[in-house]
């Protein structure tokens, strides 16, 4: 038989174990620090944060200085705010992200954030810095406004960039004025800025969009729209984007020894070089299926296979014209590089042409006829 006191040790021991597991609490985990590590920012080891504000953040660094700083939860930072952290490597995971909030009555610019990171950054969670948009005021309104709010500015540096997630910053759309003479449009918020800059950007899986907000309805059109602040890439080496998407209405730099595009990418004006010149190659278009002297049925199911690429600014998208049919899909709807188009049946016996354009609107034309009914 075991004695008291021996009886009695083996429950705080087991208290003591029971202490240290992840209890029922909803998942919620401790921002934490260890500082472990050596050389450079990396002196101040890994940090996890759960989520939280700025303030939260700080807390572990008040310098915002970090080793390797990983978020497994949403970073919110304050509205109208101006942030830089640095760290040797970031990691956002899928659960993690960046986001601000605002109450009833603020409206303000998103705040802005810059990431200066000596090694890699991996992003997977979402960065949401939108302007808030206005809403419809009457003259007698008070705590909100019509005017749509600007998007956040958003820098990120280091030596490799992955970027998987949504990155908003567009301007927040304007609202109407109303009062008894009438009603006017109120202006749009100005787009965030976006500037990347590392040896090597992965946009694989980004939906970007940063454009300027739309001025709001009146009784002949609509008010102004906000400005259109720049993007900048550069890749010193290897830009890959396959698939993904960046929709933007205003500059767009764009610099990379080489590129792997699949995807939209639209801007008002563009200045791109690759390998220190400009893109003038038109896009590659083959089509795979069907092949010229082929059996066409017309009471058949079809189907067709397109392979497109672009060795400059990417694929944009792909016009299918024929057999009754004329659709256009865009290049991230390919799976490696061949667009698939199933067709329930053929509505005549004519060719098939395919138009590939790029992301600088050039277009290659290719085409199938010969087909036996």
């Given at each position: 038989?075991?004695?008291?006191?021996?009886?009695?040790?083996?429950?705080?021991?087991n208290?003591?174990?029971?202490?240290?597991?992840?209890?029922g609490d909803?998942g919620?985990?401790?921002?934490?620090?260890?500082?472990?590590?050596?050389?450079?920012?990396s002196?101040?080891?890994?940090?996890?944060?759960?989520?939280?504000?700025?303030?939260?953040?700080k807390?572990l660094?008040?310098?915002?200085e970090?080793?390797d700083?990983?978020l497994?939860?949403?970073?919110v930072?304050?509205?109208?705010?101006?942030?830089?952290i640095?760290?040797?490597n970031?990691?956002?995971?899928a659960?993690?992200?960046v986001?601000?909030?605002?109450?009833?009555?603020?409206?303000?610019?998103?705040?802005d954030?810059?990431?200066?990171v000596?090694?890699?950054?991996?992003?997977?969670?979402?960065?949401l810095?939108?302007g808030?948009?206005?809403?419809?005021v009457?003259s007698?309104a008070?705590c909100n406004?019509?005017?749509?709010q600007?998007?956040?500015n958003?820098?990120?540096?280091?030596?490799?960039?992955?970027?998987?997630?949504?990155f908003?910053?567009?301007?927040?759309?304007?609202?109407?004025?109303?009062d008894?003479y009438?009603?006017?449009?109120?202006?749009?918020g100005?787009s965030?800025a976006?500037?990347?800059s590392?040896?090597?950007?992965?946009?694989?899986?980004?939906?970007?969009?940063?454009?300027?907000?739309?001025?709001?309805?009146?009784?002949?059109?609509y008010?102004?729209?906000?400005?259109?602040?720049h993007?900048?890439?550069?890749?010193?080496?290897?830009?890959?984007?396959?698939?993904?998407?960046i929709?933007?209405?205003?500059?767009?730099?764009?610099?990379?020894?080489?590129?792997?595009?699949?995807?939209?990418?639209?801007?008002?004006?563009?200045?791109?070089?690759?390998?220190?010149?400009?893109?003038?190659?038109p896009?590659?278009?083959?089509?795979l299926?069907p092949?010229?002297?082929?059996?066409?049925?017309?009471?058949?199911?079809?189907?067709?296979?397109?392979?497109?690429?672009?060795?400059?600014?990417?694929?944009?998208?792909i016009?299918?014209?024929?057999?009754?049919?004329?659709?256009?899909?865009l290049?991230?709807?390919?799976?490696?590089g061949?667009?698939?188009?199933?067709l329930?049946?053929?509505?005549s016996?004519?060719?098939?042409?395919?138009?590939v354009?790029?992301?600088?609107?050039?277009?290659?034309?290719?085409?199938?006829?010969?087909?036996v009914?």
């Amino acid at each position: 038989m075991k004695s008291p006191i021996r009886i009695a040790i083996l429950l705080l021991i087991n208290v003591f174990l029971l202490s240290g597991c992840v209890t029922g609490d909803g998942g919620k985990h401790d921002n934490k620090q260890d500082t472990n590590g050596s050389g450079g920012t990396s002196n101040l080891g890994q940090t996890t944060f759960y989520g939280g504000t700025l303030d939260d953040l700080k807390a572990l660094s008040p310098t915002l200085e970090f080793g390797d700083l990983i978020l497994e939860g949403q970073l919110v930072l304050p509205i109208s705010s101006a942030t830089t952290i640095k760290a040797n490597n970031l990691s956002i995971s899928a659960a993690g992200g960046v986001k601000y909030t605002y109450t009833t009555c603020q409206y303000a610019g998103a705040p802005d954030l810059t990431l200066v990171v000596t090694e890699d950054v991996s992003i997977k969670g979402e960065i949401l810095l939108t302007g808030r948009s206005g809403t419809s005021v009457t003259s007698g309104a008070s705590c909100n406004s019509c005017y749509g709010q600007e998007g956040g500015n958003l820098s990120i540096s280091a030596r490799n960039i992955a970027f998987g997630a949504r990155f908003l910053n567009y301007g927040g759309s304007g609202g109407t004025y109303r009062d008894s003479y009438g009603s006017s449009g109120c202006s749009g918020g100005n787009s965030g800025a976006a500037e990347f800059s590392a040896d090597n950007i992965d946009f694989s899986g980004l939906d970007a969009q940063t454009h300027a907000g739309r001025g709001g309805a009146e009784g002949f059109g609509y008010g102004p729209s906000g400005q259109k602040r720049h993007v900048s890439m550069t890749a010193n080496n290897a830009f890959k984007m396959n698939p993904g998407s960046i929709q933007s209405d205003g500059t767009l730099t764009f610099r990379a020894l080489q590129t792997d595009i699949i995807g939209p990418i639209t801007y008002g004006t563009l200045d791109a070089l690759i390998n220190g010149s400009t893109d003038q190659s038109p896009p590659q278009a083959v089509i795979l299926k069907p092949l010229t002297g082929a059996t066409v049925a017309l009471d058949q199911p079809m189907q067709i296979e397109i392979q497109a690429s672009d060795a400059g600014m990417g694929v944009r998208d792909i016009n299918v014209k024929g057999f009754g049919y004329d659709a256009t899909y865009l290049a991230s709807d390919m799976q490696a590089g061949v667009l698939t188009v199933a067709l329930p049946a053929p509505q005549s016996d004519t060719g098939l042409t395919v138009t590939v354009r790029d992301n600088q609107l050039q277009s290659t034309v290719a085409s199938v006829n010969s087909l036996v009914v």
